[in-house]
């Protein structure tokens, strides 16, 4: 189908533990984003990418990697999880900011 | 680096009244601004975009929206609320360098019937 998903929706980890969060868009967009969802801060930027192999970090990159091998994915990676990275994680893409950008469902991550 | 602040945490409006949601930008050019709807449990969808041309711009579920840059704002208003409105709102701006979006911290509308 077409359209940005990501998966999975909910996802519960252990501190410590790696986790990889997918974001797949059927619509050959450039530029993809990661955000974070916290109460009281809005959505922060994670990391962004302009497009394949490239990437950028955003306001919060500290303990996340990105990769784009390819334009239609661009999973997000906690190398070791911890607490501070409970959260809703949305993905977005889009051609550009004139458009503005489509964003994805989410994924609501919580570390125990 | 431009930032954006929703001075409103919380709105409640009663249905059928009218609405305006406060968010205030800073940027030194001319901004790209857009608002965007959550409703629970969601992802967010974009209600209206203003990058150039025409300061009053119309959007989807009859928002619109004003730019005004002697204030540096960008407040968004509706003329009578359904109680589907219901959901949180950010306002985000983008600059012209860069194709990366700040969010404000959104503003929770309540409608009460």
């Known amino acids: 189908d077409a359209g940005i998903t990501q998966s999975p929706r909910y996802k519960i980890t252990e501190t410590g533990r790696q986790v990889t969060l997918m974001c797949h868009q059927t619509w050959s967009h450039s530029y993809m984003f990661w955000y974070r969802q916290d109460l009281g801060h809005g959505l922060r930027l994670i990391y962004y990418?302009?497009?394949?192999?490239?990437?950028d970090k955003g306001e919060v990159p500290d303990g996340y990697v990105v990769s784009r091998s390819k334009t239609e994915n661009f999973p997000l990676t906690l190398e070791s999880a911890t607490r501070s990275q409970t959260s809703v994680y949305f993905c977005?893409?889009?051609?550009?900011?004139?458009?503005?950008?489509?964003f994805g469902s989410g994924t609501r991550l919580t570390v125990v | 680096a431009q930032s954006v602040t929703q001075p409103d945490i919380h709105i409640t409006v009663s249905e059928g009244a009218s609405l305006e949601l406060r968010c205030n930008y800073s940027?030194?050019?001319?901004?790209?601004l857009f608002w965007y709807v959550q409703s629970p449990g969601q992802g967010l969808q974009l209600l209206l975009k203003?990058?150039?041309?025409?300061?009053l711009v119309q959007g989807i579920k009859g928002f619109e929206a004003e730019f005004k840059r002697s204030q540096s704002s960008f407040n968004l208003r509706k003329p009578s609320v359904h109680w589907s409105d219901a959901a949180e709102y950010f306002c985000?701006?983008?600059?012209?360098?860069?194709?990366?979006?700040?969010f404000g911290a959104g503003t929770i509308l309540r409608v009460k019937s």
């Open positions: 203003y990058f150039s041309g025409d300061t």
């Open positions: 985000a701006v983008g600059s012209w360098d860069g194709n990366k979006l700040v």
């Open positions: 940027y030194g050019a001319t901004p790209y």
């Open positions: 977005a893409s889009g051609g550009g900011q004139t458009n503005g950008y489509t």
């Open positions: 990418s302009a497009a394949a192999d490239i990437t």
